[in-house]
């Protein structure tokens, strides 16, 4: 008998329960379960009706993520709904929380649907490189119609109870108990004799593509510009299409030969991976549940520059009231007039409304007097990346900010630890980096300083979850975890360019490998300046045998600072956004190559590919070697929602496994040779590659 399925008669309704924490996902022992127990209650004479409920906090929330590495086993899910459909009393879904994935599968195989008005509905599975397979893209048109469907299946994103009412979804929303609620909708199915309705009717299918093909066209290019490079979406749409042309039994026999394709994929494996690494980045070893975070209720951000101001609009839209810092009242006015701007476009672009702009707004208040700053529970310090003007604003931050109050440094690279160092609440201290644009990049990394307490960093990683930010842990080192492993791959193509390859080939190369943007484009956005300030301020500790990118420092000496000067990798039509190769550049850097002895080639995609990754994974490596990131799978995670890595190739560390250590270790190898010091392979990185282990599989 299944222990994570009961079985309970109230008066002649069989209450079958899913009891397998902590988000009752569809195992082998709950489908096993599930199967038995229906059966029992259709054999048995007393049973009018059966209600399925989730115990805990959720009705199914998918099939077991798990499991999926493994061979399958029956009863598959697929073949419990089917035989739902040949049961002849009425079976209700009590839902509550997330049916999500199978989870609404097996609530759409069920005859009724009631839910608590708090409850979400999804098919998240394009997100894990898979469609809904237990005939989810069949069922789900025949019960909401083919457009909210795709909607559903392309995107994966949930909807809310009172939608999915209106959708038809579920037949009813109950208030108050759901079991209650429940039998008491199944008093009224059998009081009233209701026709038992099966989703997978009408049986042969429901339409043809032709009378279909906008919204399936819509939905391609939905899936091609949203999820580029991503195979999930599209087979998901091939699935609906296979359910408008063939009768149900044939359309659910090509997703059975489907799914297992989509299940195996490379893709499908690397977006499972990323589920669970996700999950990971959030454990800090050492930081238990007994660990409780800080109460933020009042926040303080110093500067109210690009930053600053998408700092403050994180915690406006968390809800947080937030103080503004700056020196002049002018820069608080630019301040606010971009966080008003920006609000703007939202309500453009329909993300908000009038009231939630005022809303907003109405949490941030501004001051110039550092005094203010004294009820604040958490200060993030967002100044010019200036060691010495950080540590004057923690000094007197010291003295200022309460006791128990968060001081956080913004910092995008800087030690940490030395500014620490200037109070005498080192404990509380810790770096907060946010990814430009602040409101919008979903990573936050917190960085632990060599004396940060478990507090402060559960306070951080508490933050992330409330501006709905995936939070990563780093230690402190030149570029914490992020940027420390993206610089290797920034410096490699400025090489590549110095080399002989046009930033257009390089970016194009990156670009067809998933990645958002080329990196050069991407420089170019952010300032060439920037970086250039930081290479004369760490000139000092230039190790002379390391090669150093003099193409990029001639072109900051010549002005060209990127998108908002005009000029920078490539040329900008005025006010333009669009990078256009310019002949200039390839022109500089046949000078910068005479005046170093570079020597110039043709130089094809596949060595543009491996330098620029490559050597962001040696530096990972080393990054993981020397305990600054907890585990390689936080690199990727930074990676995704920092950078926009595609999260369907996994990450740097995963890509590199996939790829497999020893080649890549040859290769780093051949590039130690040819180009000197920066490419030392990493001893971690050796060590798995002799031993056949891997960064990120355990
Ligand atoms: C599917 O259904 C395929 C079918 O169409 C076809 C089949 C033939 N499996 O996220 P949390 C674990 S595909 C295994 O921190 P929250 C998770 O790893 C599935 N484990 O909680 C974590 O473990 P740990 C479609 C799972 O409250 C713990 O549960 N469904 C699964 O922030 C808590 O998770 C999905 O894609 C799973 N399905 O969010 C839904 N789900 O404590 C995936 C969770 O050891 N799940 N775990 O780290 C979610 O989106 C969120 O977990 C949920 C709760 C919203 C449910």
């Given amino acids: 008998m299944s222990e994570v399925v009961g079985f309970e008669l109230r008066g002649r309704n069989a209450i079958i329960t899913i009891d397998n924490p902590p988000v009752n996902a569809l195992s082998l022992g709950v489908r096993q379960g599930l199967m038995e127990r229906v059966d029992r209650a259709a054999m048995d004479s007393e049973v009018l009706a059966i209600?399925?409920?989730?115990?805990?906090?959720?009705?199914?929330?998918?099939?077991?993520?798990?499991?999926?590495?493994?061979?399958?086993?029956?009863?598959?899910?697929?073949?419990?709904?089917?035989?739902?459909?040949?049961?002849?009393?009425?079976?209700?879904?009590?839902?509550?929380?997330?049916?999500?994935?199978?989870?609404?599968?097996?609530?759409?195989?069920?005859?009724?649907?009631?839910?608590?008005?708090?409850?979400?509905f999804g098919t998240p599975e394009v997100k894990l490189g898979i469609f809904p397979g237990a005939a989810g893209t069949q069922r789900l048109p025949r019960v909401i119609g083919l457009d909210r469907s795709l909607e559903l299946i392309v995107l994966g994103e949930p909807i809310d109870a009172r939608t999915a009412f209106e959708y038809g979804l579920i037949d009813k929303l109950v208030e108050?108990?759901?079991?209650?609620?429940?039998?008491?909708?199944?008093?009224?199915?059998?009081?009233?004799?209701?026709?038992?309705?099966?989703?997978?009717?009408?049986?042969?299918?429901?339409?043809?593509?032709?009378?279909?093909?906008?919204?399936?066209?819509?939905?391609?290019?939905?899936?091609?510009?949203?999820?580029?490079?991503?195979?999930s979406p599209h087979e998901a749409i091939e699935s609906v299409i296979d359910g408008l042309k063939m009768p149900y039994d044939q359309a659910v026999k090509a997703d059975r030969k489907r799914f297992?394709?989509?299940?195996?994929?490379?893709?499908?494996?690397?977006?499972?991976?990323?589920?669970f690494a996700e999950r990971e980045a959030s454990k800090i070893p050492g930081v238990g549940k007994e660990i409780t975070p800080r109460e933020i209720k009042k926040g303080a951000v110093i500067g109210a520059g690009t930053m600053g101001g998408g700092i403050l609009m994180c915690f406006a839209d968390a809800g947080i009231p937030v103080l503004a810092i700056e020196s002049s009242s002018e820069a608080l006015e630019t301040g606010m007039e971009t966080i008003s701007k920006n609000y703007q476009r939202m309500i453009e672009r329909g993300r908000i409304t009038e009231?939630?702009?005022?809303?907003?707004?109405?949490?941030?208040?501004?001051?110039?007097?550092?005094?203010?700053?004294?009820?604040?529970?958490?200060?993030?310090?967002?100044?010019?990346?200036?060691?010495?003007?950080?540590k004057e604003i923690f000094s007197k931050l010291n003295e200022i900010a309460k006791s128990g109050a968060?001081?956080?440094?913004?910092?995008?690279?800087?030690?940490?630890?030395?500014?620490?160092?200037?109070?005498?609440?080192?404990?509380?201290?810790?770096?907060?980096?946010?990814?430009?644009?602040?409101?919008?990049?979903?990573?936050?990394?917190?960085?632990r300083t060599s004396s940060s307490s478990p507090e402060a960093l559960a306070t951080g990683m508490q933050l992330a979850k409330q501006f709905k930010k995936v939070g990563g842990v780093a230690g402190v080192s030149h570029g914490f975890v992020a940027n420390r492993s993206r610089a290797p791959l920034v410096r490699e193509a400025q090489f590549l360019v110095e080399e002989g390859a046009s930033p257009a080939q390089i970016d194009a190369v990156l670009r067809d490998f998933g990645l958002p943007m080329g990196v050069l484009a991407v420089s170019d956005m952010s300032g060439l300046d920037v970086s250039w300030r930081m290479r004369k301020s760490l000139a000092h500790l230039r190790d002379s045998e390391e090669r150093y990118p003099h193409l990029a420092d001639r072109l900051c000496e010549m002005g060209r600072f990127g998108r908002k000067a005009g000029y920078g990798y490539y040329s900008y039509s005025e006010g333009g956004n669009l990078p256009i190769p310019d002949p200039e550049v390839e022109e500089?850097?046949?000078?910068?190559?005479?005046?170093?002895?570079?020597?110039?080639?043709?130089?094809?995609?596949?060595?543009?590919?491996?330098?620029?990754?490559?050597?962001?994974?040696?530096?990972?490596?080393?990054?993981?070697?020397?305990?600054?990131?907890?585990?390689?799978?936080?690199?990727?995670?930074?990676?995704?929602?920092?950078?926009?890595?595609?999260?369907?190739?996994?990450?740097?560390?995963?890509?590199?496994?996939?790829i497999g250590l020893s080649e890549v270790l040859d290769r780093i190898e051949e590039f130690h040779e040819i180009h000197g010091k920066l490419w030392q392979p990493s001893a971690l990185l050796k060590e798995l590659a002799q031993s056949g282990g891997s960064f990120t599989q355990k």
């Fill in 588 to 658: 500089i850097a046949l000078k910068v190559a005479e005046e170093n002895g570079i020597e110039r080639r043709k130089i094809n995609d596949a060595e543009i590919l491996d330098r620029c990754l490559y050597a962001a994974v040696n530096e990972g490596s080393k990054i993981v070697e020397e305990g600054i990131a907890y585990r390689a799978s936080d690199i990727d995670i930074m990676w995704q929602y920092g950078f926009g890595f595609p999260r369907w190739r996994g990450g740097i560390m995963y890509h590199a496994d996939v």
């Fill in 406 to 447: 968060i001081l956080a440094t913004n910092t995008s690279y800087m030690d940490i630890n030395q500014i620490a160092a200037v109070t005498q609440r080192a404990e509380d201290i810790i770096g907060l980096h946010f990814f430009v644009p602040a409101n919008v990049m979903k990573m936050l990394e917190v960085v």
């Fill in 355 to 390: 009231t939630e702009k005022a809303n907003r707004i109405s949490l941030i208040s501004t001051s110039l007097n550092f005094n203010d700053l004294s009820d604040a529970d958490l200060i993030i310090e967002a100044a010019f990346e200036d060691l010495e003007l950080k």
């Fill in 51 to 120: 209600i399925l409920i989730g115990l805990g906090r959720t009705f199914p929330a998918g099939a077991d993520i798990r499991e999926f590495d493994k061979p399958v086993e029956e009863p598959h899910l697929l073949s419990i709904i089917d035989h739902f459909d040949s049961i002849k009393k009425p079976i209700i879904a009590a839902i509550h929380g997330t049916a999500l994935g199978g989870g609404l599968e097996l609530a759409l195989g069920c005859h009724f649907r009631v839910s608590l008005p708090t409850a979400r």
């Fill in 176 to 231: 108050g108990d759901l079991l209650e609620g429940a039998i008491s909708f199944t008093r009224k199915v059998l009081n009233e004799n209701l026709a038992i309705q099966t989703s997978s009717e009408p049986r042969e299918g429901i339409g043809s593509p032709e009378d279909f093909q906008e919204v399936i066209q819509k939905y391609r290019d939905i899936a091609s510009k949203k999820m580029r490079g991503q195979e």
């Fill in 260 to 275: 297992p394709r989509c299940k195996d994929s490379i893709q499908s494996r690397a977006l499972r991976y990323s589920f």
